[in-house]
């Protein structure tokens, strides 16, 4: 039976010089097969010289038909490369704990497919975005919500806080050192999550009208003494009633030290002259958006507990806000 293969003469010549000069035995072979179909003998005839099966001559004809001389060219024999190495694990969790934006990608989240890219990219391994995947989930990374967090950073927050460290730790018996804020007191309870039927929503009574009041707080570190007053508004004369109430408490003091946010009514013009009459006061600020720094905030957290749900008893408020330090 005669096929008709079509090749250039550039080809033909390249499987003669392959057929007479090449060390790979099979390629030789091969390229003599298609040089003598290209010729014009039959596949019997090329099957009885090379001793080779009709079907492995049309196999060889269809290597040749898709991809040339190259075609002919076996690929390495033995099992595949390993692709998930030491390197790459290592290389894909550095990725997934850096944003895509510090290496060029305007995205905030990495994707598996990002990843992929990313790592031919940058490094130069070829991995499919599921290798990817598999490597991640065999390494303890999961696909999870992020959360959403301020990109703004005080730029004085080393220094505010080594300030707020040696207020603490040097004061002596004639300083009083306060962790001070304001909270909020709703009549309307606070509703959160709590467990219900499917399907079914839970509702908690309300008084209807909803009365807002609001307490100032100052919080001694040394001995957890809270000194407090209330306000029918969260303004100046909140602040102001809270530093008279903590100046007639602590009358002995030689120097008393506020450790409080960055909120407006701190910050008035009528604060600034108040403390020029009381030199004896002194406030430190926290660093922007770093709450935690200040202990009070847990001891408002204990009274909203109590508002939803009675959890924490009235005597353990106190305890539960005295923190060995600072975090």
């Known amino acids: 039976m005669t096929i008709v293969v079509q090749g250039t003469w550039t080809q033909r010549r390249k499987l003669k010089t392959l057929a007479q000069r090449s060390k790979d035995r099979g390629l030789a072979r091969r390229a003599s097969a298609l040089a003598a179909l290209l010729s014009g003998q039959s596949v019997s005839d090329v099957s009885r ?6 079907s492995t001559l049309y196999r060889w004809v269809s290597w040749f038909q898709l991809n040339g001389v190259k075609g002919l060219a076996r690929s390495r024999g033995g099992r595949r490369v390993r692709t ?3 390197q790459l694990i290592k290389t894909v969790e550095t990725l997934v704990e850096a944003s895509p934006q510090t290496h060029g990608y305007l995205r905030s989240t990495w994707s ?3 990843l992929s890219r990313a790592l031919w990219t940058h490094h130069g391994l070829q991995v499919h975005a599921s290798t990817v995947r598999r490597v991640l989930n065999r390494h303890g990374f999961g696909w999870r919500r992020a959360r959403p967090t301020l990109h703004k950073r005080d730029p004085r927050k080393a220094e505010k806080l080594e300030a707020i460290r040696t207020a603490i730790n040097d004061a ?7 962790f001070v804020d304001e909270a909020d007191i709703d009549l309307n309870p606070r509703i959160g999550f709590l467990w219900s039927r499917r399907g079914q929503q839970r509702a908690i009574p309300t008084p209807g009208q909803n009365v807002k009041h609001y307490l100032g707080g100052a919080l001694n570190a040394r001995t957890g003494k809270l000194v407090w007053v209330e306000h029918a508004n969260k303004n100046t004369g909140l602040f102001l009633k809270l530093l008279e ?3 007639r408490a602590y009358r002995r003091a030689t120097r008393i030290v506020f450790i409080l946010d960055n909120y407006i009514i701190h910050k008035t013009a009528a604060v600034a002259r108040w403390l020029a009459q009381h030199p004896k006061f002194d406030l430190l600020f926290q660093p922007v958006y770093y709450p935690w720094i200040n202990r009070i905030e847990r001891l408002w957290k204990a009274i909203h507990d109590t508002v939803v749900n009675g959890s924490v008893k009235a005597r353990d408020i106190g305890s539960r806000a005295r923190i060995s330090d600072v975090q």
């Open 172 to 178: 002596d018996a004639r300083t009083e050192v306060f």
């Open 84 to 86: 998930v190495t030491e």
């Open 245 to 247: 109430a903590v100046r």
């Open 49 to 54: 010289t090379l001793c080779a099966a009709r």
């Open 112 to 114: 598996s497919e990002l």
